[in-house]
């Protein structure tokens, strides 16, 4: 009787362990962001579809601090929140309607709409660089390299690079103002404990008050301006 009962419970056992498999699954979208983070790209995404009311001029800035001074500003380019068939000379207007475009907007003749923007990094093939995106759906692209600084630890000229980024909060809007986006900063060299950080808020203030930008030795501020147009 004891044999039977051993037997049966490596019987039970071994069906159990028989029972048990590991599945292949659908990859889920959070997976691949946590792949594409770790490899260096980074995107974020803005809805700009209340601006729709009016006709606007986007204008996207960049500006390059160090030591916590701005040391540099500049336009990167300008596309618009929406695309009207009367900005096309009139005798390509049948073309264009000819080619397969419809006017989504009877009362404004628009035949495109922005509604959202898309700003992104991701690396290139050296250390020193990495590249950011901007994207207008239906609108245009900006695409251009960031140099980036190199830090040493102590007693090395080994230059290490690291750069993160940090969203800001977007508290307000005000035509042609200026309205930061995205923070891309270095990290900084801990020489107590010998290692590079890169910690503190998780969200910048739009006044620039965030205790953060203390320690960032190098940063650019990525943001927006958005122009009434007549």
């Known amino acids: ?106 009362e404004t003749q628009a035949i495109y709409h922005a509604d959202k923007i898309s700003l992104g990094f991701y690396p290139s093939d050296n250390d020193s660089t990495k590249f950011m995106q901007i994207n207008v759906p239906n609108m245009g692209n900006i695409r251009l390299p960031i140099k980036l600084r190199g830090l040493s630890m102590k007693d090395s000229n080994e230059k290490y690079f690291s750069y993160n980024t940090r969203p800001f909060k977007i508290e307000t809007f005000e035509e042609s103002k200026f309205i930061p986006l995205v923070l891309f900063g270095s990290s900084w060299y801990d020489e107590r404990f010998n290692i590079f950080r890169f910690c503190g808020e998780r969200e910048i203030k739009p006044d620039m008050s965030s205790e953060i930008l203390k320690d960032v030795p190098h940063y650019y501020i990525i943001g927006v301006k958005f122009i009434k147009k007549k």
């Not at 770790?38 to 803005?46: D, I, K, P, T, V």
């Not at 080619?99 to 989504?104: D, K, P, R």
């Open 1 to 106: 009787m004891k044999k039977k009962i051993i037997l049966l419970c490596v019987l039970a056992l071994s069906c159990a362990a028989f029972c048990q498999q590991i599945k292949n699954k659908n990859i889920e979208v959070d997976e691949l962001f946590t792949l594409l983070n770790a490899s260096g790209y980074e995107l974020f995404s803005y809805d700009i579809s209340e601006m729709l009311n009016e006709r606007y001029s986007i204008v996207f800035v960049k500006k390059e601090f160090s030591a916590g001074k701005e040391i540099d500003s500049s336009d990167l380019n300008t596309l618009q929140n929406k695309l009207l068939l009367s900005d096309f000379p009139e005798t390509s207007l049948q073309d264009i309607l000819d080619a397969g475009l419809s006017i989504i907007d009877p």
